[in-house]
């Protein structure tokens, strides 16, 4: 029972077979019809113009930015941004580019926020060119942007001339949670990085949205990076299937973490736990146990959490968490003291 990550998910005997069935060519000649079918798919889904189909969402997330700046330039996302804490330095190294980080609040910032941290045309100062926001954000336990303010960041974005980019590493969660639709974003957004190898269940990939140009251009950023692939249809059709088969049942996810959170705040040692609105919960522990002592205890009854901070414990559900081991973890937790 493995609540590390949703990354943790194994290919389904039905995607499994999907992925034999492929046909396929070579992507780099833009001749895989599988990959072509996958980013047909999406840009149509999203309503833009085009799409890239991408090893991973750090490396879609990275030709975005470097897409839309220039060596100097200066991002503005939040302080707890995939983009910004988990991508290896990322922005630095393949862009140039400095970051802006704000506080904002559970890793999702305001507009308000980002036009306050908007550097004034000043030689002195990085040129602002991008804001990139995150959806769901993962350090903010799974929680979800009100779409009235995402219209407010677009605004600000588009009066001072700034070009606005979402990391959906976990958008679907975030849509099905919100009641949103792919095609809102499509109008706001000047790219878009969908992951399919968390809560869609693939074994990789990403898919890089935005218009014909930017796609052009990104279509080269990708090859520097070394992301050009030959076969990639294998890979590619089990994106096509999730879409068929595993965005709905993300709601099945978003109960089970609930049904967890309410056994953990039955207990005293859970302190403060991050709102439960997908399928990632972010708990402190406290009483004698620490994140340490609450997952080695859960590992010797089989179950798998992540400590990730000397208060925080993290647990995701994904499509490999049957009833039945949500069942059984709830018992687990039940027992502890």
């Known amino acids: 029972m493995d609540f590390r990550s949703d990354t943790f998910t194994k290919p389904t005997p039905a995607m499994l077979e999907a992925m034999l069935k492929a046909p396929v060519g070579d992507d780099v000649f833009c001749e895989d019809p599988s990959v072509n079918e996958l980013e047909a798919r999406m840009s149509a889904l999203f309503g833009m113009e085009a799409a890239l189909y991408c090893p991973s969402g750090t490396m879609s997330n990275q030709i975005a930015i470097k897409v839309h700046t220039r060596p100097g330039d200066e991002v503005i996302c939040s302080q707890l941004a995939h983009v910004y804490i988990y991508e290896g330095g990322g922005i630095a190294f393949n862009a140039g580019a400095q970051v802006r980080a704000l506080e904002g609040d559970r890793g999702m910032i305001t507009a308000a926020d980002v036009e306050a941290a908007i550097n004034p045309d000043d030689v002195h100062k990085a040129r602002t060119s991008l804001v990139c926001l995150e959806n769901t954000s993962n350090r903010g336990g799974g929680c979800c942007y009100d779409w ?184 687990v937790i039940r027992t502890m003291a």
């Open 148 to 331: 009235e303010e995402i219209e407010k960041i677009k605004a600000v974005c588009t009066a001072y001339g700034l070009q606005l980019h979402l990391d959906g590493a976990r958008l679907f969660n975030a849509l099905l949670s919100a009641g949103q639709t792919p095609a809102q974003y499509g109008q706001v957004f000047d790219s878009i990085s969908v992951c399919l190898n968390k809560g869609l269940g693939c074994p990789m990939g990403s898919v890089l949205l935005g218009s014909a140009a930017f796609i052009k251009e990104a279509r080269r950023i990708r090859k520097k990076l070394g992301g050009g692939m030959r076969q990639a249809g294998y890979m590619a059709a089990t994106g096509i299937y999730a879409l068929e088969h595993h965005v709905n049942r993300l709601a099945d996810d978003h109960a089970h973490a609930k049904m967890i959170a309410a056994a953990l705040l039955e207990q005293a040692f859970t302190g403060h736990m991050l709102p439960v609105e997908t399928n990632i919960l972010i708990f402190d522990v406290h009483g004698g146990w620490t994140p340490v002592k609450f997952r080695d205890y859960l590992e010797r009854e089989g179950i798998r959490v992540m400590a990730i901070s000397p208060t925080q414990v993290r647990m995701v559900l994904h499509l490999d968490i049957t009833p039945q081991m949500v069942e059984r973890t709830v018992e």
